[in-house]
């Protein structure tokens, strides 16, 4: 490893002081500026103006991002803005005199008022109504509807989607009008589809990343140095070009020029253009792209400068980011020449560098390793502490037991097992007891990303894409100690082929195809390389080299050992996606369908060298009737002499190949009954084949009714159950169903309110895999050590005698879909100017969830060898469905809109919620305690919030371009413009262990 340079920290300390001084500075005028703002007393001749109003299109729908210029007729000087979500916009800091003000849009007409008087201290208000741009020769046809609003039909394909993405942003929740209101935007009732819903978008986000159609100019968008470029789209008129090109310069213009960047490091970028001069218009549709790279070291950090803790050392890092982008009509020299019908774009990217690594651990003291527990503490619990008194378990096995002198184990009796994987448990290096040792490093990681595009258009109504991205990825992470490093490879690809076909102005198809694939790859620093577990004597294992490494050692008070299980899964995936979009008067209909199979290829044993866990449990004392008595043993005691509690096993047939098939369909109706209520109704249904493995190697328990007895059934040979071992859920429609009503045109109230349900589509991709690697395709065991059959490190998987099932996971052949149904109610209403407020509820049940049982507890003294109430079962986890949820949810907001430079929110929520089930809400994967007694898993959800309150704000200052002062440019503004000063804080109350409420804040 290179050393990093030492670097002179003064320079750094001074910039340091220099801002801080700056940021002063600033926020004293801020201050001012604003005391002097709000003074009150009569408007001076020097006090500048205000010009505001609000931009609609044809409807009287708002218009957002029309571009706002205000020029002073005899100065030239001039001002620009754009129109908010709402389509308001404001023009602060007006000189008073005569202006000019010019409105102007893509695909709408520039609106130009002139003369524009503004008065000194006063505030002038003018609305405008853009009207739709129409070529001329569609004008002369006389193409205009009733009305006198042009049809959307006749407008060039950019001018159509440019009102399609008017619509969908309008739709997507802008304003406080919302849905209710103007919120599904129709510029003609007998035009194209108005608009796309926020859901439309998703459905087709997931049908096609990108498509060729003409008339999406979303499709032929990229990033270019921060920007938003776009490639050529075919039949596009050259005025629009011209006017896109114009619009493109002006954003890069309003970036200002590139610099530094922060962080610790630098940044640029280099911008290219297909050819000319730089001081002319450039030409659109040419070749264009950029190229930036931007490098960090942490060598160029700050210093931190704790304030109740020693200052720890600092972990060196390094990162590097590279990027290039070309993107135009696609040329190829006497091969292929069709500017006009062809574009694409090609990117690549590649990151280098070292992400710092930072985790605490408890070890044990050097005491502990010795074997002397006479200063050891228990650290949690009621016996939290004291000393815990270790007991000899070959005393008296069944009990009462003789404890060790001087609470100190005889260096014979340590296991030589145990010494040796105490080698890969490191000494402490902090001081106590408790997270005491402390690891940081550096951990290397790089990829490799290309992304293409190339769009086509067939005809006037057809179009196609290709879309293309490969990444490749290679990283290093490690476990809780030094050593315990794994190697991870990850490689994916996405092809998607799209093509959509209008067949008329009111109905548009898109059908597209997608593969996706991805190969992930784990590797140990022992694989292949060194047998440990095998060295140190542990049997019954696996031996492929591949798994070669240490086993799982799991403690109660420590930090455990935790080697990585080396793994090759190779997942693919083929979708058919079909999507029509149908627009009839007030109707927006959309209806498709998709066929997906889904492949799981893997190649791993889960748990190839063993996992044993200590607990305390062989050297604590036991009473007459076989129990451990508490605040007796210790769990790094029973490590020493290598006696586990539970030990599990599973390696066999390492190489499954799960296959499934999901097949679903959907119609949903945006209706617009009245131009105060919008109704959303739709019906979707899914069906998922739970996954079949290809060669049958799957396994499963079948339990008699009431856990009376236990069977072992296979896919080879399923009997009655399909070759998947469970059956498969039909019954899964999901109606969706939601309203926006406004009752008053003279007010900004909006009713919302909605009901839906969803399907768990993932669950079997998680059952499924654990019916694999299950005898008898492999070894697998799950045992408990007994008076009858003590486990050691050597020997914790001894033969099972014939006729026991060796299962540890069976799932119900009857599993049925989890769902939810959600449904919610709001009130909202613009109180005042810029401000809204909320007030909800919103609730949501889950039904079918998912349920962990364990139905054969380890069962202590028990006379039966495998510790299970089966007498033909060892111990195992049964996955079934029955558990339920239910969260109840009281919202209410207030939000500011960002205005005069100032946003802020306040969201507060009161709410519960209560599960049984074993996964809920992130949280899960907990077995019941008892099978017989479910109905006493019923409790408040661990994710649980009683109170939540959230605290936001934004307060830009007023100095700049575009603000109140300093708005000319030149030095001051350079250096005071375009600062903000933003904050988050939140509260949560919820209930802790034992019922407590606790509050936590977070700023």
């Known amino acids: 490893m290179g050393c990093l340079p030492v670097l002179d920290r003064e320079p750094f300390v001074r910039k340091r002081a220099l801002l801080l001084g700056v940021v002063g500075v600033s926020y004293g005028l801020l201050v001012a500026a604003n005391a002097a703002s709000q003074a009150t007393g009569p408007a001076t001749q020097t006090t500048p ?6 931009v609609r299109g044809p409807g009287g729908v708002d218009v957002p991002g029309a571009t706002v210029k205000l020029i002073e007729t005899q100065t030239g000087e001039r001002k620009e803005t754009w129109s908010d979500e709402a389509g308001n916009y404001t023009l602060a800091g007006v000189g008073p005199g005569t202006y000019k003000l010019l409105i102007s849009l893509v695909g709408f007409r520039t609106d130009v008022r002139e003369p524009v008087p503004v008065t000194a201290g006063k505030t ?26 042009p049809g959307l039909a006749a407008l060039p394909p950019e001018v159509r989607e440019r009102l399609r993405n008017v619509a969908a942003m309008r739709a997507g929740g802008g304003g406080t009008e919302g849905e209710g209101g103007a919120g599904n935007v129709r510029f003609s009732e007998n035009g194209v589809p108005g608009g796309q819903s926020q859901a439309e978008a998703s459905e087709q986000a997931g049908a096609d990343s990108g498509s060729a159609d ?21 039949g596009d008129a050259e005025g629009q070009w011209r006017e896109r090109a114009e619009e493109f310069r002006r954003s890069r213009e309003s970036q200002g020029a590139p610099g530094f960047g922060g962080g610790g490091g630098f940044e640029g970028g280099a911008m290219f253009w297909g050819g000319g001069d730089r001081g002319r218009r450039q030409q659109v549709n040419r070749l264009r792209g950029n190229v930036s790279e931007r490098y960090s070291n942490s060598v160029l950090d700050a210093r931190p400068f704790p304030l109740n803790i020693a200052e720890s050392a600092r972990i060196p890092y390094n990162r590097e980011q590279v990027g290039a982008a070309i993107g135009g009509p696609l040329v190829i020299p006497k091969i292929y020449h069709r500017p006009d019908k062809t574009s694409f774009f090609v990117n ?78 490191p000494q402490r290096n902090l001081p106590g007891s408790v997270q005491n040792f402390h690891l940081q490093q550096a951990l290397p990681s790089d990829s490799d990303r290309v992304m293409g595009r190339v769009g086509h258009q067939i005809s006037a109504k057809d179009n196609v894409n ?17 050593g315990l490093v794994r190697n991870i490879s990850v490689r994916s690809q996405n092809l998607n082929l799209g093509e959509t076909h209008t067949f008329t102005p009111h109905t548009v198809n898109t059908l597209s195809f997608n593969f996706n694939r991805q190969r992930n790859s784990t590797l140990n620093s022992f694989a292949f390389q060194q047998d440990i577990a095998r060295a140190l004597g542990i049997q019954d294992i696996s031996r492929d080299p591949r798994d070669w490494g240490l086993p799982i050692i799991a403690f109660t008070n420590f930090t455990g050992l935790n080697d990585a299980i080396p793994s090759l899964v190779r997942n693919q995936t083929f979708r058919v996606f079909d999507f029509l979009l149908v627009n009839r008067g007030k109707h927006n209909v959309r209806l498709g369908g998709e066929l997906r199979r889904v492949q799981l290829n893997t190649l791993t044993d889960p748990d190839a060298r063993g996992t044993f866990t200590f607990s305390g449990y062989t050297t604590s004392d036991f009473t007459s009737r076989g129990s451990p008595v508490s605040g007796t043993g210790f769990d790094f005691a029973d490590f020493l002499l290598g006696l586990p509690q539970v030990t599990s096993v599973r390696f066999g047939t390492s190489a499954n190949y799960l296959r499934s098939q999901v097949y679903s369909g959907f119609v949903q109706d945006d209706w617009r009954v009245t131009s105060r209520l919008t109704l959303n109704l739709g019906l979707r249904y899914e069906w998922f084949q739970p996954f079949k493995e290809k060669y049958g190697h799957l396994s499963d328990l079948v339990i008699g009714t009431d856990f009376s007895s236990v069977g072992t059934v296979t896919g080879q040979s399923p009997g009655s159950l399909p070759g998947s071992l469970i059956r498969s859920d039909n019954n899964n429609l999901a109606p969706r169903v939601g309203l926006a009503f406004r009752p008053w045109t003279s007010r900004h109230v909006v009713l919302r309110a909605g009901y839906g349900i969803f399907y768990d589509s993932s669950i079997y991709q998680r059952l499924t895999p ?6 008898p395709f492999a070894e697998a065991s799950t045992l408990s050590t007994t008076p009858n059959q003590v486990l050691t490190l050597e020997k914790g998987f001894p033969k099972i005698a014939p006729g026991i099932a ?36 919103v609730g949501t049940k889950g039904t079918k969830l998912d349920l962990l049982l364990a139905p054969n507890p380890a069962l202590s003294g028990s006379p039966v060898s495998t510790g299970s109430q089966f007498q033909n079962a060892l111990q195992f986890e049964y996955e079934t469905s029955g558990a339920a949820s239910i969260y109840h949810g009281l919202q209410v907001g207030l ?57 936001n704000h934004t307060l830009e200052f007023p100095f700049g371009a575009r603000h109140r002062y300093l708005n000319h440019g030149g030095m001051p503004a350079r250096i005071l413009g375009d600062w903000q000063v933003s904050a988050l804080l939140q509260y949560r109350r919820f209930h802790a262990a034992g019922g407590r409420p606790v509050w936590c804040c977070r700023a």
């Open 214 to 234: 003409s008339s999406s100019s979303a499709s032929n968008s990229f990033l270019l140095s921060g920007s938003v470029g776009r490639a050529p789209t075919p």
């Open 49 to 54: 103006g205000i010009v505001t109003g609000h």
């Open 124 to 149: 002038l208000k003018v609305n405008v109504a853009l009207a739709m741009s129409v070529p001329e020769q569609s004008a002369a046809a006389g193409t205009h509807q009733p009305g006198g609003l």
């Open 806 to 841: 060796r299962n540890t996971f069976a799932v119900d052949p009857g599993f049925r879909t989890p769902y939810g149904q959600t449904w919610n109610f709001t009130v909202e209403d613009e109180i005042a100017r810029n401000w809204v407020f909320s007030i909800g509820y």
């Open 770 to 775: 654990n019916l694999a690697n299950q005898p």
């Open 895 to 951: 939000r500011r809109q960002f205005n005069h430079g100032f946003s802020m929110s306040a969201n507060y929520t009161f709410s519960k919620s209560i599960d049984d089930a074993s996964s809920v809400g992130g949280a899960g994967n907990t077995v019941a305690q008892d099978f017989l007694d479910l109905q006493a898993e019923r409790g408040l959800s661990a994710f649980d919030v009683r109170h939540r309150l959230s605290l």
């Open 466 to 482: 290709v879309f293309y991205f490969f990444n490749s990825s290679r990283s290093e992470s490690v476990g809780n100690f030094p």
């Open 348 to 425: 690549y990217s590649l990151r280098r560098g070292k992400s710092p690594f930072d985790r605490f651990a408890t070890v044990p003291t050097p005491d502990e390793r010795l074997g002397d527990f006479s200063k050891s503490v228990i650290p949690s619990g009621p016996f939290a502490g004291t000393v815990p008194t270790i007991y000899d378990p070959q005393s008296n096995p069944l009990g009462p037991r003789q404890a060790f002198g001087g609470n100190m184990i005889p260096p014979f009796r340590v296991d030589p097992a145990a010494l040796g994987l105490l080698n890969y448990i």
